[in-house]
């Protein structure tokens, strides 16, 4: 059965704020298998210097893009406690 009633510029909030949760999902699970094959790859290096360069590399990247991914999230909710306006912001299912 299909819903007769046509998409409304309203949901745009919710389709918006599901985006925002799916994103962080993601770039979380995207860290954590970045940090396995990084380490998986410094277990298998054998001591080779090129090896262990590429692993410690990878598993580098995968805290920066963490700690970016959370450091927006925290940037967004200071600039709605600054400017007292958190309303604007949506409020997202998985942080409550």
């Given amino acids: 059965m299909t819903n007769p009633d046509p998409a409304e510029l309203s949901k745009l909030e919710d389709i918006f704020a599901q985006f925002l949760n799916l994103a962080i999902t993601i770039s979380g ?10 380490g998986f ?4 290096s054998a001591g080779d210097p090129k090896q262990v360069q590429s692993a410690t ?8 893009g963490l700690i970016v991914a959370i450091g927006a999230w925290f940037l967004l909710n ?4 600054f400017t007292n306006t958190s309303d604007t912001l949506f409020n997202f299912k998985i942080f409550q």
């Fill in 57 to 64: 590399s990878t598993i580098t990247m995968a805290v920066v």
């Fill in 41 to 44: 790859k410094y277990l298998t």
């Fill in 29 to 38: 699970l995207a860290a954590f298998t970045m940090l396995i094959v990084g």
């Fill in 78 to 81: 200071f600039i709605a406690n």
